[in-house]
């Protein structure tokens, strides 16, 4: 079961940003998905979900919203790469 959210904005808004109303709404729901990703609320599958987009293509957009694809700060990337190497050392 999904939930509507109405955000109500001025009518003119669309135009004043040079976009049709949906590229408008598109681009907010796009940008409400990626800062909930951002923060963590939510996982790239769900953003992605809720941008309306499948995964890898939500993904790719982030870029335009100023959020990274690797959400971790630097003690989990340096424990993402310790585990990486653990593994491939593994398979020689």
């Known amino acids: 079961m999904s939930q509507t ?7 003119r808004l669309p135009d ?3 976009m049709s109303r949906a590229e408008f709404e598109r681009d907010a729901r796009m940008a409400l998905a990626a800062k909930l990703y951002e923060l963590g609320r939510l996982s790239s599958a769900e953003a992605a979900g ?6 890898v293509p939500f993904l790719l957009a982030l870029e335009r ?28």
């Open 5 to 11: 959210l109405t955000i109500e904005y001025p009518d």
């Open 16 to 18: 004043a940003l040079n």
């Open 50 to 55: 809720m941008a309306g987009l499948e995964r």
């Open 65 to 92: 919203f100023g959020v990274s694809v690797i959400n971790m700060d630097d003690e989990e990337l340096k424990q993402e790469f310790a585990h990486a190497r653990e593994t491939f050392a593994g398979r020689q």
